[in-house]
């Protein structure tokens, strides 16, 4: 079985690393000595998801969990869930907060922690204030000049959304049952706008989320029945380095920026795939 490229786990990613760096940290340690010379002092940093790497996870007879990499072999079997370590019980994914550790899986992922580093001790030194929002995976349609919005970490749904328009059923890899939190690009601007305009003290990561999370099989099934294409089909397909599940509580967003995600992720994803192949 085709498994994904599983020999070099994460090579195309750090291929890019160096790009990452220049523009994520270096520019970030630029902006930030600038602010520091010109007396700012406040905020807004962009930051995702991806800094987590894998999730929150739970056991029956356990606390919660933050699992590392899984095994070559249970993925080899077709055992994507993650399990306890020594009792092989199969865990369960919870909400995760912003306190969670940060385990980056990517060359992304890690340049954004870096910024997130700059951005405490810039806080640290100069007594300033940053609102730091982590965006959940993000959708939307194209932009003015018709460029799409692009994410390093959240390019299934454009993927899905390629495969559709050309006729194609949406690839789902692992078993589908992988849970994500999807947000329009909308709600990320509402989010963005509103902490701008209010003042968070101190350094604070806030979760920028739905709160309504979907596994990828719901994403892609809701995406084909919404232009009536082909159904997903599950591929088997994965990498080691690929996370399970993720998905964050957006309650401190809420009371930090009184912000709610208004648009639905099902109802978002069926307009965006109608849009995106010609039906509106």
């Known amino acids: 079985m085709d498994r994904g490229g599983q020999g070099r786990p994460g090579a195309e990613g750090l291929r890019w690393a160096a790009l990452f760096a220049t523009h994520n940290d270096v520019g970030t340690a630029v902006l930030l000595a600038a602010m520091e010379r010109a007396g700012v002092r406040r905020l807004v940093l962009g930051s995702t998801v991806a ?58 992922a890690a340049s954004k922690v870096a910024q997130e580093h700059y951005a405490l001790a810039w806080v640290a030194n100069t007594g300033g204030h940053a609102a730091v929002l982590r965006y959940h995976h993000l959708y939307g349609e194209p932009v003015a000049d018709g460029r799409r919005p692009r994410s390093a ?43 701008v305009t209010r ?35 599950v591929t088997g397909q994965c990498r080691i380095t690929d996370i399970r599940h993720v998905v964050a509580n957006p309650e401190r967003a809420r009371h930090a920026l009184d912000f709610n995600a208004r648009i639905i992720p099902a109802k978002g994803l069926a307009e965006y795939a109608a849009r995106g192949v010609g039906r509106r």
């Not at 933050?66 to 070559?72: C, E, I, N, S, T």
């Not at 994914?93 to 940060?102: K, V």
């Not at 979760?207 to 232009?227: C, D, F, Q, Y």
């Open 199 to 233: 003042v968070v003290p101190g350094f604070v990561p806030l979760n920028i989320a739905s709160g309504r999370p979907l596994t990828l099989w719901e994403v892609a099934s809701t995406m084909a029945k919404a232009v009536d294409g082909p159904s997903p089909v």
């Open 51 to 108: 800094v987590y790497g894998e999730g929150r996870y739970r056991g029956m007879r356990s606390g919660p969990f933050y699992p590392g990499l899984r095994r070559r072999g249970d993925l080899d079997r077709g055992l994507f869930d993650h399990r306890a370590p020594r009792s092989g019980e199969v865990l369960t994914w919870e909400p995760m907060g912003e306190d969670a550790p940060l385990r980056p899986r990517s060359a992304y």
């Open 153 to 195: 970490e959240s390019g299934v749904v454009a993927r899905f959304l390629a495969e559709l328009a050309a006729g194609r059923p949406p690839r789902v890899f692992e078993d589908g049952g992988q849970v994500r939190d999807f947000m329009h690009v909308r709600d990320a601007a509402a989010a963005t706008a509103a902490a």
